[in-house]
């Protein structure tokens, strides 16, 4: 059975940093890109960034470049996520989700969102 | 970036309905759209992926359709269990954006 397990999150105050850490099981975890996406409270899903099977590639919504990090230990089976600076629209739901790829072709995949974690919550506040 | 616009953002309807949830593209996406129904409290769950392919485990009364910069999701028959938020998502392009959700009420 696929899991996903997110942790790390708290309140922290505005500019303070926090790591989040999502542990998978049940699949072979560096066959896969992860992303992480995140819900502010009573407010839709925002994909936040992704990485690539090996690390190579790593990708970011505007909002967070240059102060989030995404990294993954594949040896660990888990994905991260270094949150710097952090301003009080962070504040949000974070969830781990699994970026599976299907139907490649030409260089490009149907990526799809197909597995998620519980999230964690983040609250940045003073 | 690419913007998703779903339409209507809520839905009143009954036990048994068919509903249609409607969502557009502000550039052609051609089949990179995903829907996916999420619950208070819980994640979000793929229903339906490269705009109609039905994720394992979906029961066939969900069905999706579409292509370039209109897609719908169609739900036969409503069951309880399916009031719930519905969002779409295009992976054409990064950042991968949703629409703003669509909330589906009971009537």
């Known amino acids: 059975e696929v899991q996903l397990v997110e942790s790390g999150g708290g309140l922290v105050q505005p500019g303070g940093s926090l790591r989040l850490s999502c542990a998978a099981s049940g699949f072979t975890f560096s066959t896969y890109w992860m992303s992480w996406v995140r819900q502010a409270p009573g407010k839709g899903l925002e994909w936040v960034a992704n990485?690539?099977?090996?690390?190579?590639?790593?990708y970011y919504v505007d909002s967070v470049k240059g102060r989030f990090t995404i990294s993954r230990d594949n040896a660990k089976n888990s994905l991260y996520l270094q949150m710097s600076s952090l301003r009080a629209e962070d504040t949000a739901l974070y969830y781990c989700?699994?970026?599976?790829?299907?139907?490649?072709?030409?260089?490009?995949?149907?990526?799809?969102?197909?597995?998620w974690g519980q999230g964690t919550l983040v609250t940045v506040s003073s | 970036d690419i913007q998703m616009t779903q339409s209507p953002s809520s839905l009143s309807a009954s036990v048994g309905d068919r509903v249609t949830i409607t969502c557009r593209a502000s550039q052609s996406i051609s089949r990179y759209l995903n829907w996916y129904q999420q619950k208070p409290g819980k994640a979000p769950k793929l229903l339906i992926y490269a705009a109609s392919s039905l994720q394992s485990g979906v029961p066939s009364r969900f069905s999706g359709s579409g292509s370039g910069t209109d897609f719908t999701l169609t739900i036969n028959s409503l069951q309880p269990e399916d009031f719930a938020t519905y969002y779409c998502q295009q992976s054409y392009s990064t950042p991968r954006t949703f629409g703003q959700g669509t909330k589906l009420e009971i009537k």
């Open positions: 989700a699994r970026d599976r790829a299907l139907y490649c072709g030409g260089g490009t995949c149907y990526f799809s969102f197909d597995y």
């Open positions: 990485i690539k099977q090996d690390g190579s590639e790593k």
